[in-house]
C-alpha cells in the first residue's frame, strides 16, 4: 500500500483520481456550490425547460420540475456526504460501497458512456448555437468547442472552477433578461395560464426528464464533494446549486416556450435577448460540459486501474475522451435527447440507491474505511464483485421500465436500494460477507 506523502505530488496534479483528497486541499463550499449550480444552470437546461413548457402547462411542469429536482436532491446528499467523508470519487468510493471490483468497473464504464455522451450532447448544442449565430459547418464548430473544453478539463478543479465564476453571473444575466423582456409582452399570470403549445407530456415522464437530465451528475456527485469539508457543505451546495438551477432555469424555459409557442431554444434567446445573450447562453455550456469529460476521465482511470492494474494519467484520457466525445457531436446525436434522458432516469438511480444502503446501513466495509482514512490512505483489499448488488441493480432497472405506475425514476431508486438491503437482510443476516478479495495496490 502506498502511503499518503508518496503519491500527493502526482495525485494533485492528477486531481487525487485514484486516492484519497486531503483535508489539506478540500475547498469552500460556496466555489463548490457555484459549480454545482454551474452543472445545472447551462443551455441543455433551457432545452429541457422549453421541452417541458412545449408539452405541459405551467404548472404541470412546475411539479414535474419538483419531483424530479427532490429526486436528484435526494441521491446528491447522500453520495456526496459519502464522498466528503472518504475523499474519493464516485467511480473509486463504490469498490467499497456495495459494488466491489466488477460492480465498480461495470459503473465506470456506464458513467463513462453516459458522461461522453452528455459531452457530445452538449458540445452539439453548442456548436449548434454558434453556427446559427456566425454561420459555418457545425462540425467545425463542433470541433473548435470540443477542443475548447479538453483543454480545460487538462487542468482539473482550478480550472473548472474558475470557468464557473466566469460563466455562471453572465448565464444568470441572459436568464433575467430574456425573461424581464417577455414579460413587458405578458403579465406573469397570462404566461401562467397559457395552454400547452405542442403535444402534451404526462406528469410521470416529464418528471423523469428533470431526473434524466441529471442523474448522471447527482450519482457522480463524490466527484466534486470530494473536496468539501464537511456535511453540511454537501447540503447547502446540493439544496442551493440544484433547487436555483432546476426552478430559475428550467422555469423560465417554460415560460419562453409558452410565450414564444416552440422548443428552439436559440430562437427563443434570439428573440428575447439578442446575439450577444445568445452567445453568453451558448458559452455557458462550458460549465457543464467540463465535468461531464472531468467525471468520465475519473471513470476512465478507475476502470483502467481495476481491469488492468495501471495507473495511467487522468490529462491523457482527458485528451482521448475530449476527441471521441467531440467525433461524437460531429455526428449528430442530440435527436436521441429525450430517450436518452428518460433511459438514464431509470438505470442511474439504483445506484445511488445501493451506495446509500451499503454506505450508511449495510455498512460492511465501515471498519476497513474508519481506519484507512484516518492515515489518509485506501483501505488495503475489496471484494471481487457482489452477486447482491448486480442482482438488485438489474432488477430495480426492469421495475423502473415495466412499471408504469408513479415515476419510473423514483421506482427504480427505491427498488435498487430496497431490494439490496432486503437481500443482504437474507443472505448475510447481519454478518459481514465478502466474495473474494482484491488488494488495492501491490
Not at 478507475?302 to 495511467?312: C, E
Amino acid at each position: 500500500m502506498k502511503k499518503e506523502e508518496e503519491v500527493t505530488i502526482g495525485e494533485k496534479y492528477d486531481d487525487y483520481a485514484l486516492s484519497r483528497v486531503p483535508k489539506s486541499e478540500r475547498k469552500h463550499w460556496f466555489g463548490i456550490a457555484t459549480m454545482r449550480f454551474g452543472q445545472i444552470s447551462a443551455l441543455s437546461q433551457f432545452l429541457l425547460g422549453a421541452a417541458l413548457g412545449y408539452g405541459m402547462d405551467f404548472w404541470t411542469a412546475f411539479w414535474a420540475i419538483t419531483l424530479g429536482a427532490v429526486i436528484l436532491e435526494v441521491v446528491s446528499i447522500f453520495v456526496g456526504i459519502a464522498g466528503m467523508r472518504e475523499g474519493l470519487s464516485t467511480t473509486l468510493l463504490v469498490r467499497w460501497a456495495g459494488f466491489g471490483k466488477l460492480g465498480s468497473f461495470l459503473l465506470s464504464l456506464v458513467i463513462a458512456i453516459s458522461m461522453i455522451g452528455w459531452f457530445g450532447i452538449q458540445n452539439e448544442v453548442f456548436a449548434n448555437g454558434i453556427h446559427q449565430i456566425v454561420g459555418g459547418p457545425v462540425w467545425l464548430w463542433s470541433i473548435v468547442t470540443g477542443v475548447s473544453v479538453t483543454l480545460i478539463v487538462l487542468f482539473g478543479i482550478l480550472s473548472l472552477g474558475f470557468t464557473a465564476y466566469v460563466t455562471v453571473p453572465l448565464f444568470l444575466l441572459v436568464v433575467f433578461y430574456s425573461i424581464s423582456n417577455v414579460l413587458t409582452q405578458f403579465s406573469f399570470g397570462e404566461l401562467i395560464a397559457l395552454p400547452v403549445p405542442g403535444p402534451e407530456i404526462p406528469l410521470a415522464v416529464g418528471a423523469s426528464m428533470v431526473a434524466g437530465g441529471f442523474i448522471a451528475g447527482a450519482i457522480i456527485t463524490p466527484d466534486m464533494s470530494r473536496f468539501n469539508r464537511s456535511v453540511g457543505d454537501v447540503i447547502k451546495q446540493t439544496v442551493i446549486g440544484i433547487t436555483f438551477g432546476e426552478y430559475i432555469i428550467g422555469l423560465v424555459g417554460v415560460l419562453l416556450a409558452h410565450a414564444a409557442k416552440t422548443s428552439d431554444v436559440i430562437s427563443i434567446v434570439m428573440g428575447t435577448s439578442g446575439i450577444i445573450g445568445t452567445i453568453i447562453l451558448i458559452t455557458a455550456t462550458l460549465k457543464i460540459n467540463d465535468w461531464n469529460l472531468y467525471s468520465s476521465s475519473l471513470g476512465v482511470v478507475n476502470l483502467i486501474d481495476l481491469g488492468f492494474g495501471k495507473r495511467v494519467n487522468r490529462t491523457l484520457v482527458t485528451i482521448i475522451l475530449g476527441l471521441i466525445g467531440t467525433l461524437f457531436s460531429v455526428l449528430g446525436i442530440l435527436g436521441a435527447f429525450e430517450s436518452f434522458l428518460v433511459l438514464l432516469g431509470v438505470a442511474l438511480p439504483p445506484v445511488g440507491g445501493i451506495m446509500t444502503v451499503e454506505y450508511f446501513i449495510v455498512k460492511r466495509y465501515a471498519k476497513e474505511l474508519k481506519e484507512s482514512r484516518e492515515k489518509g490512505v485506501l483501505p488495503e483489499t475489496y471484494e471481487a464483485w457482489n452477486p447482491i448488488t448486480l442482482i438488485a441493480w438489474i432488477a430495480s432497472i426492469a421495475i423502473g421500465l415495466t412499471i408504469h405506475w408513479g415515476i419510473p425514476s423514483v421506482n427504480s431508486l427505491v427498488a435498487g436500494g430496497f431490494l439490496y438491503w432486503l437481500l443482504n437482510a437474507i443472505v448475510h443476516r447481519g454478518k459481514k460477507v465478502t466474495y473474494g478479495e482484491v488488494k488495492t495496490y501491490k
